[in-house]
């Protein structure tokens, strides 16, 4: 077992790769009563074109069928999981991203039946065209509830408009129709191909015995028996850089126009090192262009432009990311116009100095550090930033190396007028004067 | 947990000392009498105090000292409880011993003085044109929540339910009241809020009670206030009408259904009431996710919640429009069960261990202990989690299912697609 220790986070993090291939991680945290655990397959709703395990050729599979494959993970041949959870004093989750699908549980007591269970679960598909058919209705029911949240609608269509090939456009549940194609032998197609061991991380953090978790761990992956590993064939479309569509309109039952100012980036297939300190660069160049001590956010704040519900964020992954700002707003075409010219200005000259990074930087190391009181976030951040082959715990470090030369370089990937686009959600024309 | 200290009559800090976060969390809770005037006001002066001051004058040169200390976090919410109304000061900043930088603790403390009694003034009033940004902000996020139905379908089942009750009047007030909010009277309640309002103030973190105490007494000076006047009456009254349907454009039904019980927070059935909840509809083993989600495949999303102030329970599903009459038929056959008593051991172990477990996870984070704290310290002032937790042990079937007994359905409310419309 390896143990790695942050001196100045005052955490220790122990690592060991089982011999069936699977990532093993825990970070003991003192004076905490829970106990968090994930366990993680880098498998998520982009990945719906690959070769399947022990096949030559690649398949197409429904959309919407990693979220559905998680949904029946938890019905068993003996009933729910989520029973055998809630006896052990254990609430249970799971959840799809684009490109991870993640079980998990926290407890404060019983902590090794519990990690039993979540091992042993995940590791037992058990699908029946019988329970895939229930499913159905349960999945139409949470697709037509996104359907109706303007915030998710505008979201997604805005990433579909920055995409026209990849399948990050496609809605992670799918469809109602699209949902209709899946049977339990794709999805026990999808579970041989992504589930194996070595395609999945299990992370344990809060109030554990690292050694005591890591050989019970162990000894339940030895009693288990696993195909040999074999390399993943995904298949990716080809994505221009330019955006899909350059703007478009939703009607919905909302009381003010809701708008997003998409930016897609440079195809930059990143990993390791050089994706966290591009990452985090991009990420600091957005702070300070649009975060709450820019110009812009005080200019549109103060000229009821924006309001509460003014975000943005930027998001990378290896193939695709974007970076999105909008609000709330009685005047989209004002405010879709003033981020414009904000990027636009932006990449004319560059306006931020070491001062500006300094300030933004020391802002990011104490947003990180109260992070680091959530066993939640570590998890769930470690996983996502170690199947990119990034350490969680180099954020620090890496933001103490950044320069102002990095944030502009990071901010010209991600920034030109091609690569943007806008998406509106207006209310109902009858409301409207 | 927290170490008690009254500094001024009506005025107590309360300090949990402790390792177990990287940062230092404090909360100070100005409690009032919750109406509709007072929290539309309220609102507006939580955002008017958190905007700007004397010292920072613009909200960026606030955001930038924030930032500089390390991006201490600093905000002011309005929330109710009860017939209470409560403007807290919330701040979390990083603990020194993880930074290459000392003070910052000192900077924060006094930046918290400087937000709460250097205001932005111009000739005794706010500044007019931060005044009117910030009534405009609470207006858009009161006309927000119609964006999420969810939300909006229990405000109108509410509004329908219990007008007028303290129960149904919202932590930001109504467009209503808003409207009529002026200057002067947000300078008023800046006055009461400050030398009126009964004060509780949180600290947790790796810091000394006696001296963080003493501290806030000398440097904040509050002076000794009296007991708060009585609010509104929180007795319930069955309303006139007892199913409601309102039609908006959307795909999904909202159905929500209210009930009374007369066992409230202050009740020793209390705990009871809170494993009948979990047994019904709290958790994903309960009745209800069972039987209408996984057996009919009909909801995506169904439970039930307790409001223990004012003695209500929620009941809320997310279903096809076409589906209400038989998705009320099917929950209220679960709630027979468990006034029947039909609760397997299995059941009854499992919503125990879950309450104990939600308990104890609450206080692995600084903001749960305050919050957990605050409300429960009312009961006692010296609470303990282990003494809840011997009460939900020794709750049976049968208490469960006489509470149960005494629930009484009072509303359904159902917020459906448009009827031409509605999802196949």
Redo the contacts between chains.
Sequence with gaps: MNKVQFEQLDETLYHEKLANGLEVYILPKKGFSKTFATFTTKYGSIDNHFVPYGEEEAIKVPDGIAHFLEHKMFEKEDGDVFQQFSKQGASANAFTSFTRTAYLFSATGQINENVETLLDFVQSPYFTEKTVEKEKGIIAQEITMYDDQADWRLYFGMIENLYKNHPVKIDIAGTVDSIQDITAEHLYTCYNTFYHPSNMVLFVVGAVDPEQMMEFVKANQDQKTFEEPKEIKRIYPDEPMEVAIKERTLEMSVQKPKIFVGIKPEVLHYSGKSMLKHELAAELAFELLFGRTSDFYHHAYESNLIDESYSFDYSLENGFGYALIGSDTNEPEQLIKEINHTLDQAIEKWPFGQADLDRIRRKKIGFFLRALNSPEFIANQFTRYAFNEMNLFDVVPMLEEIEVPDLQAAFATVSSASQRSNFTIMPPKKDRQ | MFQSIKIAQGVNVHVNE??????INFSFKFKDRLTPEKASARSVLANVLQHSNEVYP???AL??V????????LYIDSSKRGNEHIVTLNV???NDQ??SEEGVLEKVLNLMYVVLFKPNMENGLFKE?IFL?EK??IK??I??I????TRYAQQRMMEHALPGHPASIQANGSLEELEKVTNEQLVKEYETLLNKNEIEIYVVGDIKPDMIASYIKEYFHFEGRDQAVEGLSTELKSPEESRVIEY?????GKLHMAFFTPITFRDEKFPVMQLMNGVLGG???SKL??NI??K??????VSSSYASQFGLMFILA???SKLEGKAVKLILEQLEEVRKANISD?EL???K??L???L??A????RGQIDIYDQYMELDEAFEPDYLISKWNAVTKEDIAEAAQQLSLEMTYFLAGKEDDS?E
């Design positions: 402790t390792t177990q976060f990287k940062t613009s909200h960026t955001r930038m924030l930032d500089d200390l390390y991006g201490t976090s979390e900043t990083v993880y930074l044109s940004r405009q902000t858009e996020r006309e927000s119609f964006d999420e139905k908006e454009d959307m795909k999904q958790y994903a083993h996710f069972v989600r996984e009919e495949s009909m909801a995506y999303y997310g279903i096809d299995v172990g499992q919503t261990a879950l104990i477990n939600q104890k996870e206080l692995d984070s600084a999802v």
